[in-house]
């Protein structure tokens, strides 16, 4: 199983990024997914969820209307558009599918003017 996430970087107060995660090594097309994240001196927390077939999502209510987690399965790639980022959401992210134990390196998200 492979989890290899991109699109972190430095953004200012009210940007946005994407983030990618691109999957491998189990059927990605079946398995629900998953973006969490991780602060400094903080648990790690879920922030979006997406069904296998990307027709249900679920999202933390600090994201709501803000971030959007779709998929690709013919890619087998999940994304995390985040929009009106704040300070708060600086942390590591990581994708996860929910079937499995492994987890990616993560990509770091930095919100600050």
């Known amino acids: 199983v492979q989890l290899v996430e991109s699109g972190g970087g430095l953004v200012q107060p009210g940007g946005s990024l994407r983030l990618s995660c691109a999957a491998s090594?189990?059927?990605?097309?079946?398995?629900?997914m998953m973006w969490l994240r991780q602060a400094p001196g903080k648990e790690r927390e879920l922030v979006a969820a997406i069904s296998s077939g990307g027709r249900s999502t679920n999202y933390a209510d600090s994201v709501k209307g803000r971030f959007t987690i779709s998929r690709d399965n013919a890619k087998n790639t999940v994304y995390l558009q985040m929009n009106d980022l704040k300070p708060e959401d600086t942390a590591v992210y990581y994708c996860k599918s929910n079937a499995l134990l492994d987890w990616g390196q993560g990509t770091q998200v930095t919100v600050s003017s």
């Open positions: 090594g189990f059927t990605f097309r079946s398995s629900g």
